[in-house]
């Protein structure tokens, strides 16, 4: 199984940046699209980000422009750079795996999960 743990949230006013980090375990990490999702309280956990092994991203349309996401094979780490945040970027953030070559964008798809990471952004 593949153990993901995200690092890089906090508080941060609009406008900011964050870089969330997520640390896979595993040899295969090259191998897993990578993705991020996100859930507010009382919300439906909604996508963000994916990255395909072979390098493919796609973004939900919200972040597009703001946020990138990135992957270090060596270090088996997807990041997730966010700038420009509003307030509605405000959730817990997830990362999230599966094995595969192509873009996945529902919760559902992934069947790995990080324990999440809470990100604050102020008006």
């Known amino acids: 199984q593949v153990q993901l743990v995200e690092s890089g949230g906090g508080l941060v006013q609009a406008g900011g940046s964050l870089r969330l980090s997520c640390a896979a375990s595993?040899?295969?990490?090259?191998?897993?699209?990578m993705g991020w999702f996100r859930q507010a309280p009382g919300k439906e956990r909604d996508f963000v980000a994916a990255?395909?092994?072979?390098?493919?991203?796609n973004y939900a349309n919200s972040v597009k422009g703001r946020f990138t996401i990135s992957r270090d094979n060596a270090k088996s780490t997807v990041y997730l750079q966010m700038n420009s945040l509003k307030p509605e970027d405000t959730a817990v953030y997830y990362c999230?795996?599966?094995?595969?070559?192509?873009?996945?964008?529902?919760?559902?798809?992934?069947?790995?999960w990080g324990q999440g990471t809470q990100v604050t952004v102020s008006s």
């Open positions: 999230a795996a599966r094995n595969g070559a192509m873009l996945l964008t529902r919760t559902f798809e992934y069947n790995y």
């Open positions: 595993g040899r295969t990490f090259s191998t897993y699209t």
């Open positions: 990255i395909s092994r072979d390098g493919s991203i």
